[in-house]
């Protein structure tokens, strides 16, 4: 590992993961007619900075392109345009060791422990397999590491577990045994794609305690992708909020909460319950109830939803991500 | 007065394999009044789902009611012939499912849908009242009405449950059971929809029974809320009251796992949360494994209902009345 240790010194200010004006596109087939053709642009020219040790929240709804900016993080899809870069490297390019090394040390856990685990595999072989793949440490020693990283993910007493099938452990459990499997690599990425939206709360709560501590524990860089804005305040500390494949607003994440500057994540803050909500008489109404129609083309992305828009700009120019303060930036010609 | 639905003691199992049997629901009884909301709340297997489908007269085929009567306007579901069961459901008490593709079928249009639910529960209706109904409906759910003609694909998450709450009200139902809304949907959607519930609900006076893991949710909807562990029923009273001062610990559990923007890193606190996978016998708290009050009295006598309010009643036996459960040290 020393050639991490002199790296990391040389590049104190280089994020660890970067994406470069990022585009990911799929082509969705019309059923095999005719002109049933679209494409569907998941990812438009997205820009992003993880920074070392930090967890880093992607804050979205359903189908705004947070999965797809994971699954580009790790290798699982590649970019229409545009660059991701681990460390500086394109991602793109790896191959051989490089791209083993990057294959280790950048780990995933996925939103459902009910598939993301092979069902004939005990939790001992799910969570050695990856240092055997790797060829990390001797047999011999691998039970250990295994027995090691269960008990940092609270499933004690860890020999208890080994020999256990992912049919005999609950939802919160097998999730601890993803990551688990993601850990036992010590990774210095860990992308957790909505890891507890299949859980209870007080599970869902544990599993977040087991990701903040793993975090402080072993500085590991965190990506943490949520649709809850609660959520993703209470675990990171930057928070980016994406909307359509835009990013439109990014900053630390109280600042994000207590002070939103874009109109979707003002809009999606008027849409908590107000059940402990500390601004419960805050209201930014922001969101038209009957959409405009689409700008045709270059327009802002909330263009269609957003009540204070600009008639003329907004439907014409797409707003770039600027900042007024240099750490908290949104993408609206309204906040300029 | 008689209360729109009264549940008395039920309890239901279900039939496993090598007869086994396992208790979802034990002891319930609740009663909710003409245009009052109740909130069932707990986690995955507390029995909440299982109670909304013996109302409504859907359990799956191995499931058995024990014990216990489900009055609605007096008259006991559980004793009435099929027939009749099934003029009342849909008319008197309908149900909105889970925002799911499959509440909805694929190959007949929306509107033709509930066009035929319409005519299905009151025959005597012509097609053109129906139609019209209906048209007033998706009004009133705010659909634009030349998706009448649409196919359920060609609707977004949102629209198809706005439809799905459109079809359970076609028939006036007194009574809706809503099993989960709002869980698939996104924030905004999902509030977009509590606001049409809630206004429906006020504007036709309907009772809801409002089943969902999700506090936030329910205490922004519901009059009054159930807190379910294990089928059983361990908290219940006014929303507002439960949520301002809970008196059985896993209520509070319950809080505190729940994560609004008011919260930091702080929380995690593994106490709150302890898992257990022990079996409870049933002369116990079920809660008691995961109770960080717990004496031996707990795990082996079974708690009995503890009064803390006017109509908010608790089940733990470390509390005494008008006196919760002392707060966590």
Redesign the interface.
Known sequence: MSTTTMTQSQTQAMPVIRLERVTRAYHTGGGGFAGGHTIVTSLNEVDLDIHAGEIFGLVG??GSGKTTAARLMVRLEHPNHGRVLYHGENVAKLRGKKLKRFRRRVQMIFQDPYQSLNPYQSVQHIVEEPLAIHKLGLPAQRQNKVIETLTQVGLTPSMTYLHRYPHQL?G?QRQRVAIARALVLSPDVLIADEPTSML???????I??IL?EVQRRRQVTMLFIT?????A???CDRIAVIYRGHIVEIGPAKSV?ADPRHPYTQ?????????????GERRFDT?R?IPRSEPATGGCPFFSRCVPADLDLCRQRRPALKSRDGIHSSACFLVE | MTPLLEIKDLSIDYRGGRGRRTTAVDDVSFSLSKGESLGLVGESGSGKSTIGAAIMGLLPGNAEITSGQILFNGEDLLRIDAERLRQMRWKHVAMIFQAAMNALNPIHRVGDQIVEAIRVHEPDTTPEDARARVSTLFEQMGIALERLGHFPHQYSGGMRQRAIIAMALACNPQLVIADEPTTALDVIVQDQILKTIRALQQKLSIGIVFISHDIAVVADVCHHVAVMYAGQIVEIGPSAEVFATPGHPYTRMLLGAHITLADEGGKLTDAVCRIADTAVSASACRFAPRCPHATSQCTQTAPQWIRQGDNHWIRCAMTTEGKPCPPQP
């Open positions: 709804e359903s609950s919160g209870d709360a007080s599970i869902a709560i544990q977040y305690g903040s649709h809850s804005l609660a959520a305040h209470f675990l909460i809009a999606l803050l008027d849409a908590l319950p107000r059940f402990g909500h500390p601004w969101l109830e």
